[in-house]
């Protein structure tokens, strides 16, 4: 296995499809889909069209785009989010689990003595919680994007995970999922890149 780490001062890490693999979870939100199935299957389509704006309050941007969409009160929308993207969704983390080629290089970083954060476009807290990460495999820092008020590809979370782990950008080596965001936006910070997919070799 390559040494991914070479060089790299801090390890920092998106968590939805990269930290905890989604795929299995969306299946366990049909209750929720037999609920609110519009507000569950359009609340991605809308935070996705967020992506390259700011706004103070990214959530509240994406209720009322929601509501709008959905012709239904910003209200009534808002009840429906917390509910079930707030905290049926974060709760089923309980069902993921790092992927066995991060969870290596997690140990890895923290055999070196390098610093892990999560950095996630949505509040990543109670899904962390949920996960139980075992010994070795915990984080030192966790950044929510949306509470910056700008959404990955914009280099917002990197840049403030490095201001606080006290590191350069350039010092960071960043994993994620997604090219056009992650890729994007360690690119716009000056971060290394690494795939996901790089670590299932």
């Keep these: 296995m390559m040494d991914h780490l070479k060089g790299v001062a801090a390890l920092t890490i998106d968590l939805d499809g990269t930290l905890a693999d989604t795929g ?15 507000v569950v299957l359009t609340w991605p389509k809308v935070v996705e069209a ?33 509910e079930h993207i707030d905290r049926r969704w974060a709760a089923l983390y309980r069902h993921a689990a790092p992927p066995s080629g991060l969870a290596r290089l997690m140990a890895e970083a923290r055999a070196r003595g390098m ?15 949920a996960m139980a990460l075992p010994a ?14 700008a959404l990955k590809p914009a280099p917002d979370g990197l840049l403030a995970a490095a201001a606080l782990l006290g590191h350069r950008p ?6 994620g999922d997604r090219w056009e965001t992650d890729g994007l936006a360690a690119a716009a910070a000056g971060a290394r890149f690494l795939h996901i997919d790089a670590l299932h070799r």
């Design 24 to 38: 299995g979870l969306k299946l366990r939100m049909w209750p929720s889909l037999l609920q609110d199935p519009r």
């Design 136 to 149: 070795g495999q915990g984080v030192d820092l966790v950044i929510d994007c949306r509470a910056l008020g």
């Design 50 to 82: 967020m992506r390259g704006r700011r706004a103070p309050d990214l959530r509240a941007a994406c209720v009322d785009e929601l509501a709008r969409r959905l012709g239904r009160p910003a209200a009534e929308v808002d009840r429906s989010v917390g």
């Design 115 to 129: 610093p892990i954060a999560i950095v996630s476009d949505y509040p990543a807290l109670d899904k962390l919680e």
């Design 170 to 175: 350039g010092a960071l080596l960043h994993v």
